[in-house]
């Protein structure tokens, strides 16, 4: 949970009735999350990797993210790796997300990690960016669909790059330096990244932004290019949109927060963060939830009639990228003088007899 | 033919089972509910620690440390591990302050340097494992500035001004970490005035510095590979248990007992990186014994291997020899794994964890200390080695 963010009033119990939300959801669908009402059902091996991921980073052993780690390890293909859903042949995306799950559950078995790494290598195209898919001969994939499916994505690509990490593949092995050669040239003009599965640049520029920071394939100018245009991008209401709306909306204001704060402190950006950070707090539900918006696309594919912006009803996906974006605002210090206040308080010792 | 998958998964689930079952047969584990409740309050005092002591890093340091840059590609791991980094060397630090006697100072500032004097070892680990990195530690805290932070409370600020010079980045952080470190330390010697247990401690944290650097620059000719990967994992729990002394401001010297932590930690990481070191081609002692090596083979073997990947990396080649190892080593894993298998390498270290852990007990009964420091310090003990393998 958050630690250090005195400056983020209301963060705190946002965030935990964040969780609670998602522990219900999960206790009515037998420990995975479901969302996106799409042709083949709703999400569940994507969507609970996504979200024991969010969960496990703000609440550390949680036991709602360690249940879904434990169906995920059950739930994972004979040849390794995990779908959309159990009807829905293996994909990079959830296979990453598979793989992120896993490296925060206990006693994990390296068997199970290994098939699935091996499944998500197969995504790696001569681009060195990750696709979703890589066969369209097997189901649901008939010939149908545009090539964006096979396509590699710079937010795929950054998932898996996170995976690969997470379980001990060499930064500078071939297979991630080449993913990050696609990621720096996958760039859009104004500096961040866009992606052919979501509505807006929000979610793919903060991955793909952590992603290739860590790889050091970001310089502090192009931070601050991101930053400035993300700030830029900000709607009147303090929050953002994905889709050019007026007011904002929780999901891309989560990741605008999380991409900002992988900058360097800077007063414009940190009052975009504050103004942000409020934004997402006054905007809960009462049930602890954030509303959902159009932001998941899928692309053309008319044969199957499932084209088109998708939100994530059951508001899960939407709840763990938002808790996850509160808690890393709370856990960093915005206000230099608190800060410096509560060192000089911690400082000064003294001796005193204890009751041992 | 088993695949090189399975017989890496056997020797990850052999290492785990043969610990636990030894600890077990000891009457040492920890129930399932137990150990989940410990590490949780573990996870707590963590950050809490972290909240307190975070501001005293400065702004900048403590907003990195707690961002998603905070260790690079690392950061999930880092991010997941701080609390409990922090919480193990806060709790060994009080736990070896209370054996040792004496009253604490409050706040328990020999627990806190403890904690942050763990962090500090981490990522002085962390970031001498890079060519690159090494360098510029070595650059901000060469050894003759440790020396000088130990003698000379003004240092500290002379430090702090040096990094805000610096942009915000691990290195950062790390000096930062330091500087806390000794601010807390003077602060415990102006309290207590015991010369003898600051002379020990600056003798203990240089002795860890060299023992780390040791590792980095091994001597081909080393007689004993083996001794400087020990000081490099127990020399850490003695600089502890001079703070630990430091801030008991007792003549009881809890040395011995730390070094025999150490031990117990040292065994602990071989084990617990078997199937990992057998994928990456790392020496481990239990691979090393299940070849039948004799010590001084060993430390060829670990120079050799050091020595190789310290040309790679002057070459510029650490790439290649990463492809290297994934393409040329398959087979060579699978000898290595299965030779521990059929050897009873791993049964033989988990024993030596399970005596390690008793003499510690032992060492614990020797000492006129409360019962209940005693009883914590064991249970702490136990309850990370059972972390660590998890």
Request: glycine share 14%.
């Given at each position: 949970?958050?630690?250090?963010?005195?400056?983020?009033?209301?963060?705190?119990?946002?965030?935990?009735?964040?969780?609670?939300?998602?522990?219900?959801?999960?206790?009515?669908?037998?420990?995975?999350?479901?969302?996106?009402?799409?042709?083949?059902?709703?999400?569940?091996?994507?969507?609970?990797?996504?979200?024991?991921?969010?969960?496990?980073?703000?609440?550390?052993?949680?036991?709602?993210?360690?249940?879904?780690?434990?169906?995920?390890?059950?739930?994972?293909?004979?040849?390794?790796?995990?779908?959309?859903?159990e009807h829905v042949q293996i994909d990079g995306d959830s296979t990453a997300w598979g793989l992120l799950a896993l490296a925060e559950g206990r006693q994990v078995s390296p068997l199970t990690v290994r098939k699935a790494l091996d499944a998500l290598v197969r995504h790696q195209g001569d681009t060195g960016g990750f696709a979703t898919y890589i066969s369209p001969d097997g189901p649901p994939a008939r010939g149908a669909f545009r090539a964006d499916w096979f396509a590699p994505q710079p937010c795929v690509t950054a998932a898996a790059v996170m995976a690969l990490l997470a379980h001990g593949e060499p930064p500078d092995g071939a297979a991630i330096r080449n993913?990050?050669?696609?990621?720096?040239?996958?760039?859009?003009?104004?500096?961040?990244?866009?992606?052919?599965?979501?509505?807006?640049?929000?979610?793919?520029?903060?991955?793909?932004?952590?992603?290739?920071?860590?790889?050091?394939?970001?310089?502090?100018?192009?931070?601050?290019a991101i930053a400035r245009a993300t700030v830029a991008a900000a709607c009147a209401d303090g929050g953002w949109s994905d889709r050019g709306a007026e007011l904002g909306e929780p999901f891309a204001t989560a990741l605008a927060i999380r991409t900002l704060l992988l900058g360097d402190p800077d007063p414009e950006v940190d009052a975009a963060i504050r103004r942000g950070v409020r934004w997402l707090v006054a905007a809960q539900c009462a049930d602890g939830a954030?509303?959902?918006?159009?932001?998941?696309?899928?692309?053309?594919?008319?044969?199957?009639?499932?084209?088109?912006?998708?939100?994530?009803?059951?508001?899960?996906?939407?709840?763990?990228?938002?808790?996850?974006?509160?808690?890393?605002?709370?856990?960093?210090?915005?206000d230099p003088d608190a800060s410096r206040r509560a060192g000089a308080a911690a400082a000064p010792g003294r001796a005193a007899e204890t009751s041992r | 033919m088993w695949s090189t998958q399975f017989v890496v998964q056997e020797l990850w689930l052999r290492s785990r089972r043969c610990l636990l079952s030894a600890l077990d047969d000891a009457g040492l584990a920890p129930g399932e509910a137990a150990f989940?409740?410990?590490?949780?309050?573990?996870?707590?005092?963590?950050?809490?620690?972290?909240?307190?002591?975070?501001?005293?890093?400065?702004?900048?340091?403590?907003?990195?440390?707690?961002?998603?840059?905070?260790?690079?590609?690392?950061?999930?791991?880092?991010?997941?591990?701080?609390?409990?980094?922090?919480?193990?060397?806060?709790?060994?630090?009080?736990?070896?302050?209370?054996?040792?006697?004496?009253?604490?100072?409050?706040?328990d500032l020999a627990a806190d340097g403890a904690a942050l004097f763990n962090v500090a070892a981490s990522l002085f680990d962390r970031l001498t494992d890079r060519a690159s990195e090494a360098a510029a530690v070595k650059a901000l805290l060469p050894r003759d500035r440790l020396a000088r932070l130990c003698g000379d409370r003004s240092e500290v600020e002379a430090l702090r001004t040096e990094l805000g010079a610096l942009a915000a980045s691990e290195l950062r952080v790390f000096g930062a970490v330091i500087a806390e470190l000794f601010r807390i330390a003077h602060e415990l010697r102006a309290i207590r005035g015991d010369p003898a247990a600051w002379r020990g401690f600056v003798d203990d944290l240089l002795g860890a510095y060299d023992a780390q650097l040791?590792?980095?620059?091994?001597?081909?000719?080393?007689?004993?590979?083996?001794?400087?990967?020990?000081?490099?994992?127990?020399?850490?729990?003695?600089?502890?248990?001079?703070?630990?002394?430091?801030?008991?401001?007792?003549?009881?010297?809890?040395?011995?007992?730390?070094?025999?932590?150490?031990?117990?930690?040292?065994?602990?990481?071989?084990?617990?990186?078997?199937?990992?070191?057998?994928?990456?081609?790392?020496?481990?002692?239990?691979?090393?014994?299940?070849?039948?090596?004799?010590?001084?083979?060993?430390?060829?073997?670990?120079?050799?291997?050091?020595?190789?990947?310290?040309?790679?990396?002057?070459?510029?080649?650490?790439?290649?020899?990463a492809a290297g190892h994934a393409a040329g080593h398959a087979d060579d894993v699978r000898t290595a794994a299965v030779a521990v298998l059929r050897s009873d390498g791993v049964e033989a270290v988990a024993a030596e964890i399970v005596a390690g852990i008793t003499a510690v007990a032992a060492r614990l009964a020797a000492l006129e200390a409360p019962a209940a420091a005693r009883s914590a310090l064991l249970a702490w003990l136990v309850m990370y080695v059972v972390d660590w393998i998890q």
């Open positions: 949970m958050t630690g250090a963010g005195e400056s983020h009033v209301g963060v705190e119990p946002a965030v935990a009735r964040g969780l609670g939300f998602l522990a219900g959801a999960a206790r009515e669908a037998d420990g995975l999350w479901q969302d996106f009402q799409l042709a083949p059902g709703p999400s569940t091996d994507w969507v609970s990797g996504f979200a024991a991921v969010a969960i496990a980073g703000v609440a550390p052993g949680a036991p709602e993210a360690q249940r879904a780690i434990a169906a995920l390890t059950r739930r994972a293909r004979r040849a390794g790796g995990w779908g959309y859903n993913a990050a050669a696609f990621l720096a040239r996958a760039r859009c003009a104004w500096g961040g990244w866009s992606s052919c599965w979501w509505t807006g640049p929000r979610y793919p520029t903060y991955h793909a932004a952590l992603v290739l920071g860590w790889l050091g394939g970001l310089s502090s100018a192009d931070r601050d954030w509303r959902s918006t159009p932001m998941l696309r899928v692309p053309d594919v008319t044969e199957h009639g499932i084209a088109g912006e998708f939100a994530d009803d059951g508001r899960c996906f939407t709840t763990a990228t938002v808790i996850g974006a509160l808690d890393q605002a709370g856990r960093q210090p915005r | 989940a409740s410990y590490m949780r309050d573990q996870g707590a005092l963590g950050r809490s620690v972290l909240a307190r002591l975070g501001p005293g890093l400065g702004t900048v340091e403590h907003r990195y440390l707690m961002s998603e840059r905070m260790a690079g590609t690392a950061n999930r791991r880092f991010a997941r591990r701080l609390p409990f980094g922090l919480a193990f060397g806060h709790e060994c630090g009080r736990y070896l302050r209370q054996v040792a006697g004496g009253a604490a100072v409050v706040p040791a590792t980095l620059q091994p001597d081909l000719a080393a007689p004993d590979a083996t001794a400087i990967s020990r000081a490099k994992s127990v020399t850490p729990f003695l600089v502890t248990a001079q703070l630990a002394a430091l801030g008991a401001g007792t003549a009881v010297d809890p040395r011995g007992l730390a070094e025999a932590i150490g031990d117990v930690f040292w065994r602990v990481d071989d084990l617990v990186d078997l199937h990992a070191d057998a994928r990456t081609g790392q020496l481990n002692s239990v691979q090393l014994r299940a070849a039948g090596r004799t010590a001084d083979r060993a430390a060829g073997h670990a120079a050799g291997h050091a020595a190789g990947r310290a040309a790679d990396r002057a070459a510029g080649h650490a790439a290649g020899h």
